[in-house]
C-alpha cells in the first residue's frame, strides 16, 4: 500500500474541533470553498467534486433521488447550466441523457453521474455555475431541479482528483474500510495530506428534547497520512478523515466499516433501534450474547409473528441505508437529526428549501397528522451536509405516537 503514515507531535498537528453536546459540529481549519445546494425540488438533491486541468475546472456530479420513489435513470432527459456574474451571462449549455449510460454502480439505479466543464475564465469570484436538471414522466410536463454552485478561483488550484479503483469519481462523503481509492494528479511529486481522527458522536436526540448547554471540546488528528499520486490506497480504519488537509478546499469523509451505507451486520442493525427502545431494552441488547438473536427477537415480539417481523425489518434498515446516503455527514446518516426523522416517519410529504433552512412537511393522513420539522444547515468544515433540527416541545405528542405504531408493528407510515 502506497500510504506513507508518519505520527506527526500533536504540538505540530493539534486541531481544534467545536463541538457541542448534544449536536457535535466539527470544525477545522482551513475552510473549503463555498459550495452550496440550493432551491432543489423535494425530489434530488446534487453532490460533487472537481478537478482543475490546465484550462478547465471540471465538476463531477451526482444526482440523488430524495422521494425514492423516481428512477432519475429513467426520466432524466438533461442538465442546462449557465455561469453567471455581474448580472451577464458567461456562457451556457445542454447535456443531453444518453439512455444507454448507466448510473454510477455503488449508487444503483437510485442516482445519477454527470460532468460539467467550465474554462478558466469562467471561474471568477462571484461567478455561479446553474444547473436544472430536466425530467420527463409519463403523462406530465417536463420538470427540473435546479441547483446554484459558487464558483471560487481557489478552485482552480486542486488538480488531483480522488477516484476509486473502478475509475469513478469518489464524489459521496463516505466509503467503507475494504474500499480502494487513487489519487489522480498530473504532477506525480504531489501528495495528498490526510488527518485521521476517531471521534465518538451520539445518534440525534428527540425532537421534543432540549439540546444541553454546548460544551466545547477540543479533539486532535491521531495520525496523519501522505497519499502519492497514482497509487492505490485503502483508508482501513473507521473513523473520519480530512482529505487535503493543508489546503484551501480541505473535506471530510467518513469511513464506516462493513457494506455501509446498507447495514448487514448484527451490530450495525442493533444501533438505529436507539429511536424504537427504552434505556433498559437498549442495556439489555448491548449486553446480548448473541446480538443477532437479540435484534430478531426484538422484532419478533413487536410484530408478534415472522412474516410481520420481515416486514419490519425491510422497512426500517431499508430506511437507515436512504438515511446513510442522504444524510452522512461527520456522522453516519441514520444518527443525523434528518435521518433520525426519516426512520420513524419516513420520507417528507414536501421539502423546502430557503437559504441555509430545509423544511419538511408530514401532510395529515390516516396515518399521520400534519406536521412540520425545520432543519438549519452548520457551518462544519468536515462536510457541507450537517443540518440541525429546531427542537419544539410540542413534537412530543406526536413522536410517540408515531414510535407506539412501530412498536405495534405498523408498516405503512
Given at each position: 500500500m502506497a500510504i506513507k503514515a508518519l505520527i506527526y507531535s500533536l504540538l505540530l498537528i493539534c486541531v481544534s474541533i467545536a463541538i457541542s453536546c448534544s449536536q457535535p459540529v466539527p470544525t477545522i481549519p482551513p475552510a473549503a470553498p463555498s459550495k452550496k445546494a440550493v432551491k432543489t425540488t423535494p425530489e434530488v438533491n446534487i453532490q460533487y467534486t472537481w478537478q482543475a486541468t490546465q484550462d478547465s475546472l471540471h465538476l463531477h456530479l451526482l444526482f440523488l433521488d430524495y422521494s425514492r420513489v423516481m428512477d432519475l435513470h429513467r426520466t432524466t432527459t438533461s442538465l442546462s447550466y449557465q455561469v453567471s456574474g455581474n448580472k451577464t451571462i458567461v456562457l451556457s449549455d445542454t447535456i443531453l441523457i444518453d439512455k444507454q449510460e448507466r448510473p454510477l454502480h455503488h449508487v444503483?439505479?437510485?442516482?445519477?453521474?454527470?460532468?460539467?466543464?467550465?474554462?478558466h475564465l469562467a471561474v471568477a469570484a462571484g461567478n455561479i455555475l446553474h444547473l436544472k436538471l430536466w425530467q420527463n414522466f409519463a403523462g406530465e410536463t417536463s420538470m427540473h431541479s435546479?441547483?446554484?454552485?459558487e464558483l471560487q478561483p481557489e478552485m482552480l488550484t486542486k488538480k488531483g482528483l480522488l477516484v476509486t479503483a473502478s475509475g469513478e469519481p469518489q464524489?459521496?462523503?463516505?466509503i467503507t474500510t475494504s474500499d480502494k481509492l487513487v489519487l489522480q494528479n498530473p504532477d506525480s511529486a504531489v501528495t495528498?495530506?490526510?488527518?485521521?481522527?476517531?471521534?465518538e458522536f451520539s445518534p440525534a436526540i428527540p425532537p421534543m428534547a432540549e439540546p444541553p448547554t454546548a460544551n466545547i471540546r477540543t479533539l486532535t488528528p491521531q495520525d496523519t497520512l501522505f497519499v502519492t499520486a497514482q497509487d492505490t490506497f485503502i483508508?482501513?480504519?473507521?473513523?473520519?478523515y480530512m482529505l487535503w488537509a493543508d489546503k484551501p478546499y480541505a473535506k471530510g469523509l467518513l469511513v464506516e466499516p462493513g457494506f455501509f451505507p446498507k447495514v448487514s451486520m448484527a451490530n450495525e442493525m442493533l444501533q438505529p433501534l436507539i429511536y424504537l427502545t427504552t434505556s433498559a431494552e437498549r442495556d439489555k441488547l448491548f449486553k446480548a450474547s448473541d446480538t443477532k438473536s437479540a435484534v430478531d427477537n426484538f422484532w419478533l415480539n413487536v410484530a408478534g409473528e415472522k412474516h410481520l417481523a420481515r416486514e419490519l425489518i425491510r422497512t426500517y434498515y431499508g430506511r437507515v441505508e436512504h438515511a446513510n446516503k442522504l444524510y452522512t455527514s461527520h456522522k453516519p446518516g441514520w444518527a443525523t437529526?434528518?435521518?433520525?426523522?426519516?426512520?420513524?416517519?419516513?420520507?417528507?410529504?414536501d421539502i423546502s428549501r430557503v437559504a441555509k433552512t430545509e423544511t419538511w412537511i408530514y401532510r395529515e393522513s390516516e396515518m399521520h397528522p400534519y406536521i412540520k420539522f425545520v432543519f438549519t444547515k452548520k457551518e462544519n468544515n468536515f462536510t457541507e451536509n450537517h443540518y440541525e433540527l429546531l427542537r419544539r416541545r410540542e413534537y412530543e405528542e406526536s413522536w410517540y405516537s408515531t414510535v407506539a405504531k412501530w412498536r405495534a408493528?405498523?408498516?405503512?407510515m
Open positions: 444503483s439505479d437510485e442516482g445519477i453521474y454527470l460532468k460539467v466543464s467550465i474554462p435546479a441547483f446554484k454552485i464524489i459521496q462523503n463516505h495528498m495530506a490526510v488527518y485521521y481522527f476517531k471521534p483508508l482501513d480504519r473507521e473513523g473520519l437529526d434528518r435521518g433520525m426523522i426519516y426512520l420513524i416517519y419516513g420520507p417528507p410529504s408493528g405498523i408498516t405503512d
